[in-house]
């Protein structure tokens, strides 16, 4: 199937589906009183919320020669990877721990060298490939619609990613 007809199929399904959930939604509320549910949250929900911050962090904290802050940082996409794999072990029929481990470990080794190393462009170039790595496991799990890229500016006015002055 071309690439445009299976994000168009992709994209109208999950209109079906939003539908469905809305549907559902309207026609059968929560009984008055009934405790509230667990709320599990979607793989996506995740990578908004704990992998996209930190990807965001590391490569601001980098372009910053902040290394002391992106060392940081890089820990915490590293926890955030092994949570996600603990919420969501299989993703379809994937196991994420495989797939997170084989994408991303080598990149956070290389990135990982460049930030102890204090070495600007080394940061530069190993962390456009950890990007790249991102869409590789969006290509290789249907998802190439989500298109991660390096960071030019900070969404985050309340943190100075400078170095600390001592
Ligand atoms: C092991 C595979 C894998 C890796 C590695 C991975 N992702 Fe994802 N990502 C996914 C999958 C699968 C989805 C779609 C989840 C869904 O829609 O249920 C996704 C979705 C996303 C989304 C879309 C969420 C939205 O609603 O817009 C963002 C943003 C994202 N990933 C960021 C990243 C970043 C940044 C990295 C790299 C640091 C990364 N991902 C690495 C598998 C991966």
Redesign the pocket.
Known sequence: MPRKVALLALFAASITLATFSLGRAQTSPAPQGAPPQVYRA???DL??AI??PR?IKLGLAGQEKNWPLAAYELGN?KGAFDRTAQAWPI?RTTN?AD??EA??KAPMYAVAAAVKAADPDKFNETYEQ??E??NT??QS?D?SL?V?RVPKASPYPDQDFRPVKP
């Open positions: 979607s793989l996506s990578m908004t992998i996209q990807h996409l993703y994420m797939l997170i994408t991303t950890l990007t790595t991102c496991c969006h799990i998802h989500v991660m």
